[in-house]
């Protein structure tokens, strides 16, 4: 679909000609997001500066049906914010303001824009942070946090975005602006805030979010353990969490991934070791070296091959900046790879993986782990090298058997990443036709012109489908993890 001249005409009024993208050049920046294999050119881009700005766009398309891809920074590993039928991509690079810090009450509301780290580095010198962490934090925005929902490594012990997100300011697919939430905890009515959270772009445009803000943690600790098996290390993460413990994360590596690293970024991981725990606990200094020794001696009791705490700041920068620079070290071992992100229940984590591993032996393809392992949540990342026919269609045929594992193990197909393009279909592996049909309505609801990031999440009308471009390529610059 091409937009008529009157149309960009009308947009430019709204957000001025500098806020308006519609050359070629310029919307190939925003032909897809971190999941390159599926690509769509919106027709135009526009970078509002405020929520009635958005409202006016929304407003606009609304009118002449013309679909609306919310973006945030573009680091969504799902394929949802790209425009598989074209249309205006809303852009909120340019709504990134700290609107109001809230101590007393431990929150702050931000524009969508805002970028993660940000937040928390305005607050820290006051004492604070923004606790929800995506590992791509560094770059990803509130608006897009909220929008899937986003987990991290810490989000074990402090929950994951919805757990922060006390309330929205929404533009509706049905062209309203609503406030949903607010600074109290608990508001009447419907709970339109966690349907809100975790959307995706299809049902409105999150114009700026209330979240909470905790107090920085008196002190941090992280130990390493080394095991001879990932499923030793699996193994452990259960018994730790048995023992009553909650760490602040708890990240698990295996051999390919210790090996690439180790190759790379040098974060002294052992080498020939079959899995390596990352496990952080943070709080009162007291309570933590308490827990630390627990933690030691539970590991030691599994067999770990080494046990070691971080001495100072410098060795604990290090150990995490290993596990932050896996993806990019991975680069050393393949081509190319497929990012997975399924969930199991935690008890299930040996399980799980084994069968990943089997899935990986069967398509002669190596598949490697790293991932939030006390959320049970995994990231397989299924090496091929596109070159060499028929390994790409292994490794989708490897990420469709992992995906029906996890779901077999009482699983979902998403621990954090969202649904996007990427898994709408997969959906119908967890959901019967009733609980679409459901959702369906729902998003009706707030998007009645059917014109909100139209193919996302829910599974659609194939010819969403067709206009879906795959490419085949997957890749994420050395220096930032998953
Ligand atoms: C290296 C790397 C590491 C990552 N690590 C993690 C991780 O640990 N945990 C995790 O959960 N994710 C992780 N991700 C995925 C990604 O960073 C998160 O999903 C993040 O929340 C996306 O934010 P974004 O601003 O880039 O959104 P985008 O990619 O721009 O958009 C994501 C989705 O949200 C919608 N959206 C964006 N902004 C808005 C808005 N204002 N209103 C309504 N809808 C909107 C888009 O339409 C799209 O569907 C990682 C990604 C990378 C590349």
Redesign the pocket.
Known sequence: MSLPPQFLRELTRIVGPAGVVSTHEGRLTYEC??HTFYKGLPDAVVLPTSSAQVLDVVGLCLRDGVPV?????????IG??MAPRGGVMIS?TRMTRILDVDLPNRCATVE?GVINLRLSDAVKGRGYYFAPD???QM???I??????N????HCLKYGITVNHVLGLEFVTGAGEIIRVGGKVREVPGYDLTGVLVGS??TL????AAIVRLLHLPEAVKTILAAFATIEDASETVSAIIAAGIIPAALECLDEPMIRAIEEGVRAGYPKGAGAVLLIELDGPRAEIEAQAEKIVGICRSRLALEVRVARDEAERALLWKGRKEA?GALGRLTRSWLLQDAVVPRSKLPQAIRAVNAIAARHRLLIAHVFHAGDGNLHPLICYDEEKPGELERAVQANDELLRTCIALGGSVTG???V?VDKAENLRLQYGDADLAFMGRLRRVFDPGGVM?PG?LLPSHPACGEAIRRTGKTA?PSG???
């Open positions: 997001d971190m891809v919310p973006r945030g920074s573009g680091t969504g590993v949802g914010a909120t969508p995506p590992s791509s770059v990803s925005s608006g897009g946090n909220c929008s899937t986003a987990g991290g490594p995706e772009g409105g445009i999150v114009t993806a954090e990443h969202g996007g990031n996302k994420v930032v993890w998953i």
